[in-house]
């Protein structure tokens, strides 16, 4: 499985930015798809996690009611839409496939086999 993050970039405060990750190879519906992101000195964090019929969503309480996990299985393709930007936000955003339990919404990093080269996100205040 290979996972291609894109649409970073460099926004202000406030502002709204869509991440894309494309899958290629494996069954994308049976993917668990999650996203995380690490900060400048930080650790790798999760962020929101959608399960493989994209029925069942979760997200990290810093980024509730913010951003929106959603995946179109057809394009294989998973999204993050990200709103009210704040400079606390900024990191390198990764997507990551967990083919085991596509069932359900994982929030464990270590549960994910497979990981995309990340995507930046930087916010100006």
């Known amino acids: 499985v290979q996972l291609q993050a894109s649409g970073g970039g460099l926004v202000q405060a406030g502002d709204s930015l869509r991440l894309s990750c494309a899958a290629s190879?494996?069954?994308?519906?049976?993917?668990?798809m999650g996203w995380f992101r690490q900060g400048p000195a930080k650790e790798r964090e999760f962020v929101a996690a959608i399960s493989g019929s994209g029925v069942d969503k979760r997200y990290s309480d810093s980024v509730k009611g913010r951003y929106t996990i959603s995946r179109d299985n057809a394009k294989n393709t998973v999204y993050l839409q990200m709103s009210i930007l704040t400079p606390e936000d900024t990191a390198t955003y990764y997507c990551?496939?967990?083919?085991?339990?596509?069932?359900?919404?994982?929030?464990?990093?270590?549960?994910?086999?497979?990981w995309g080269q990340g995507t930046q996100v930087t916010v100006s205040s």
């Open positions: 190879g494996g069954t994308f519906s049976r993917f668990g």
């Open positions: 990551a496939a967990d083919p085991v339990r596509w069932y359900v919404t994982n929030i464990n990093q270590d549960n994910y086999g497979h």
